[in-house]
């Protein structure tokens, strides 16, 4: 039973994923309509229409230009309401399509002014990342000098942080440091101002540990991991280091990577061999620094405790082009600037953001996102003193593994995307199939089975089960899919109930009253009754029978041949009939039970 | 732990910037806190400090020098 409750669970919530879906057709935007003017109605015709069109609807149309003259492909400026005006005009008989004319562009770039000079994010692959994920609900702990509340912040959330330095609820910065942190991680983006960040759909957490001078307590760093991991963040970013091993933070690390929480440190900046505390500690991502050629920047630590390398910049006295530009305040006045800074302090909130990512895809333990960031790494070969640990941070190769390995609508549909064509829309509004009465035919059925179960005891099986199904709604997802180049009639026979079949083919949306009625059920329950399971599959099928004859009587009633309207809704409310006293005859106490 | 070193004061460009004395034997110290007649580049300086290891920076470039006591060569 509970089985069967999962399966019912899990059809609705398909049925609900799929009413959902947006589809690709919604993603993209449009401000025109194409029509394609079938060739065979002669170019007077095309004339005329093309003018009814501009009378009825006051928009003119042109051709696309001087190539789609033979092809009489027309464009003309309008919405989706011309779009459904144009198509129910009538105008279709004329027409091979009409289709918006949908603005492609390759990967969404943020329309911040100065995201052209943040050379690292394009450096980590960012944008495709950014097709799939804004880490969106996922809270980043950042333990630094605080977090001023910045203009280019301004959409960013937050949530509550603590001062540990002052003992306050307000965690401000007055060094410019954590802001800067921050703003790599979830600076605000595409909202045409400033620079973009990473992960701009997450919530930072703002922890201050440090004093405006730079500096801060191990003690105060060890309560802030704590604090993190008890109040929902899901990662840290420690973009600080020094002093000797403490038994007291690393008890705080582990504490915090037990309660699931993926954390990560800069490597250090003294260019020497082995990274700083806290990076080195077990649990925790090291994170070395690339300068904008993407070699080892000249101050990154390096060897022991380097778990993956990304930006950290390099800045050349005057020449800050090369370092990490993001919106801070200026430590003397409080003020916003948008300042590049150098250094492993940098780097790191590259891995957080990317790690927020790759947690907003459905990636949770820390453990395994660590592996998704080290496995999408660029690997750098003939590393021999450990510049760059697994190797340069990837953004998009890193969201891709995230997205594997675990079975989502979203992977389901780019499938579909990939191989061929799909467009649910369709589905529900252009009548290939209709979902719900399909979705309400499989729950009747399961309805009606479990009526039946209680006049009549009998043990749920995978055989019924699959009656049930195959005689009420089939696979019926299936009959939405198209592939290139493929045959359609499979998929939709595949994807029809048994009493569609009769008439799947040949693509008929009449009801073929040979499969339609009680000869299957009759057919299979004579062949299988002596069967302990098959026997099942019959009853079930009766069963799903049963009530899809039952609802297309009210809902649809038209058969081949025999035509619609009230002959064909006898027709199928008797069969209904049939089917269900014949369920009655083969449960009743006395016939032949497993 | 008390320490001398003699070296030079220097600004590293790590965050907003970082006060640092590079000894004569090339070991880099973050100068925490420093005294303000210490923050200017290119001061030689003899320094009597502790070496702090329960302070954690964001600057990283090396041991966190506490300075007790002082006395400028140049």
Known sequence: MKRLLLLVLFLVGLGWALMNYQGLAAQGTYDSLILDFREDIGAAQIENQVEAIAKSFNASLRYNSEFSFDDHIFVVQGDSKLLNNLKRSGIGKYVEYIEPNYIYHAYATPNDPEYSKQWNLRGINIEPAWDESHGKDVTVAVIDTGISAVPDLENTKFAAGYDFVNDRADASDDNGHGTHVAGTIAQSTNNKFGVAGIAYEAQLMPLKVLSAGGGGQVADIAEAIRFAADNGAQIINMSLGGGGESQLMQEAIAYAHSKGVTIIAAAGNANRNAAEYPARYPHVIGVAALDPAGSKAPYSNFGAGIDIAAPGGLINGEDKLGGILQNTVNPQTGESVFEAYQGTSMAAPHVAGVAALVRAMGVEQPDDIEDVLKHSAIAVGDDELNHFGAGKLNAAEAVKLAGKGKFSFRDFFRWLRDNGYLNPKFWIDGGVIALWPKVLMMLGSYLLAWLLKHYFPFAWTVSLGTGLVMGSSGVFFLRGTYLFDAPQWPFRLAGSAIPEMGSAVQANGLLNPLTASILIPLGLTLLFLGHTSLKWFAVGTTIGMTVFLAASAYLNPALMWIGSGAIAQVFLIANALLCLALVRLVLKPGASTP | ?74
């Open chain 2, 1 to 74: 732990m008390s320490i001398q070193v003699t070296g030079t004061v220097e600004r590293k460009g790590f965050g907003s910037g970082t006060w640092a004395l590079v000894s004569e034997a090339g070991e880099t110290y973050e100068l925490h806190e420093a005294p303000s007649e210490l923050q200017q580049a290119g001061v030689k300086v003899k320094v009597r400090g502790q070496v702090r290891e329960d302070i954690m920076t964001l600057a990283m470039i090396g041991p966190v020098l506490q300075v007790e006591h002082y006395e400028r060569l140049s």
